[in-house]
């Protein structure tokens, strides 16, 4: 089976950094995902990795290490709209995936 | 524009009802997804398919089951409700390599 950990909440105030650290214990493991969920909203596609290594898109970045089973998602700039669920899920074959239990983001000003 | 529709925001039946629950998506997507959200334990997978009239258990199918008569529409059932069962549920669909899943809005499901 498939087990994820993440924080459950972070607080940071606008223009910081937040890293969201999701490791994982995985079979069958194709990559790593990751998803925002804006309160009342559905979830909405931010990354995935495949491979070793970071992915920028704009202020948020994504890493992985498959050595490790650890991943992270790196927001920059934090904005006010940034406040949200993100959640870290596992890819497994036929895109099935398995989600982290989220991490709560506040942003103050 | 990608489009995953759900047949009901908000739903309240009473413990024993069967409950459908409908979602539609405008992309030709082979893969659709159920899952429930409840607070503290992300998303948790109830069944997906693969093509029509195909279906496969996820992590927690007890209770539920699915059909898929169309490629566009994907439907959850529960046969006999039960309180346990109130939760956000989500719908999803993807094309069939690894990468974005596409949700709808999401049913609030409550039952009494």
């Known amino acids: 089976g498939q087990s994820l950990e993440q924080p459950s909440e972070v607080t940071a105030v606008e223009g910081a950094i937040v890293q969201i650290n999701c490791t994982y214990q995985?079979?069958?493991?194709?990559?790593l995902s990751w998803y925002q969920q804006h309160d009342g909203g559905a979830p909405t596609f931010l990354s995935y990795?495949?491979?070793?290594g970071l992915e920028e898109t704009g202020r948020f970045s994504s890493f992985l290490s498959r050595s490790d089973s650890y991943g992270y998602l790196l927001l920059q700039e934090l904005q006010m709209k940034d406040s949200a669920s993100y959640f870290c899920a596992v890819t497994a074959a036929g895109n099935k995936l398995t989600f982290g239990g989220g991490t709560r983001v506040l942003v103050k000003p | 524009d990608v489009k995953v529709t759900q047949s009901s925001r908000y739903l309240v039946k009473r413990t024993g009802e069967k409950v459908f629950l409908e979602c539609v998506q405008d992309?030709?997507?082979?893969?659709m997804f159920w899952y429930r959200q409840d607070p503290g334990l992300g998303l948790r997978l109830i069944y997906f398919?693969?093509?029509?009239?195909?279906?496969e258990k996820g992590d927690i199918p007890e209770g539920y089951s699915v059909s898929r008569e169309k490629k566009e529409r994907f439907s959850l059932i529960l046969e006999s409700a039960s309180t346990n069962q109130t939760s956000m549920y989500l719908c999803?669909?993807?094309?069939?390599?690894?990468?974005?899943?596409?949700f709808g809005p999401g049913t609030r499901l409550t039952v009494t």
């Open positions: 992309m030709d997507h082979e893969n």
């Open positions: 990795n495949a491979l070793d």
């Open positions: 995985t079979s069958g493991f194709y990559g």
């Open positions: 999803a669909s993807s094309l069939p390599a690894e990468g974005e899943q596409y």
């Open positions: 398919s693969y093509d029509v009239k195909m279906k």
